[in-house]
């Protein structure tokens, strides 16, 4: 299966075109909830994933209930302030399973109700009381990139893939 990035209603465009290019960088499925706060025709939203949009598969949905409906199975994963654990403390290891990371909107986060329903597997990122939250784009690209180091990063490549290194002699 794979990792995918789960928005909820995103509002801010170039945090979306920011977690396009980690998706495309990583091989990660992007999937939209709207209603989305912007067009996907924005300049912000192009600008942010630049070139890369070729090369992230894009799912949207017309809610939650639609989302889940059309990806019945899988490991769901809320990331709010308010998760039970540690994001660093949950095994997503087996590359084999679908690991959806679920964020909520920019301003108000996720449905409350979502939240109740998986508690269990609600996941944070540790931060002092300085500020509110973490940015979405810096929050999805931590959770995307624990899950490949748990994974070997086995969609990646791990070797320099240029002819020439600044480190060669």
């Not at 979306?16 to 290019?21: E, K, L, Q, Y």
């Not at 540690?86 to 290891?93: G, I, K, L, P, Q």
């Not at 109740?116 to 995307?144: F, H």
Request: hydrophobic letters at 35%; charged letters at 25%; one cysteine or more.
């Amino acid at each position: 299966m794979s990792n995918h990035v789960v928005l909820y209603q995103p509002e801010i465009p170039a945090n979306t075109g920011n977690i396009s290019r980690t998706c495309a960088g990583t091989d990660t499925d992007l999937h939209l909830i709207r209603p989305l706060g912007f067009s996907t025709d924005d300049k912000m939203l192009k600008r942010a994933g630049l070139d890369y949009w070729d090369h992230v598969k894009i799912h949207y949905y017309d809610s939650l209930d639609d989302f889940f409906e059309k990806n019945p199975n899988g490991h769901y994963y809320c990331i709010t302030k308010f998760g039970r654990h540690v994001y660093s403390d949950v095994d997503f290891s087996d590359s084999n399973e679908a690991h959806y990371f679920i964020f909520g909107r920019e301003t108000t986060g996720l449905p409350e109700d979502l939240l109740r329903k998986y508690e269990d597997t609600a996941l944070r990122i540790p931060m002092t009381e300085n500020i509110r939250s973490l940015n979405l784009s810096n929050t999805a690209a931590i959770l995307v990139y624990e899950a490949l180091r748990q994974q070997a990063f086995s969609q990646l490549e791990t070797a320099p893939h240029y002819e020439r290194h600044i480190f060669d002699d």
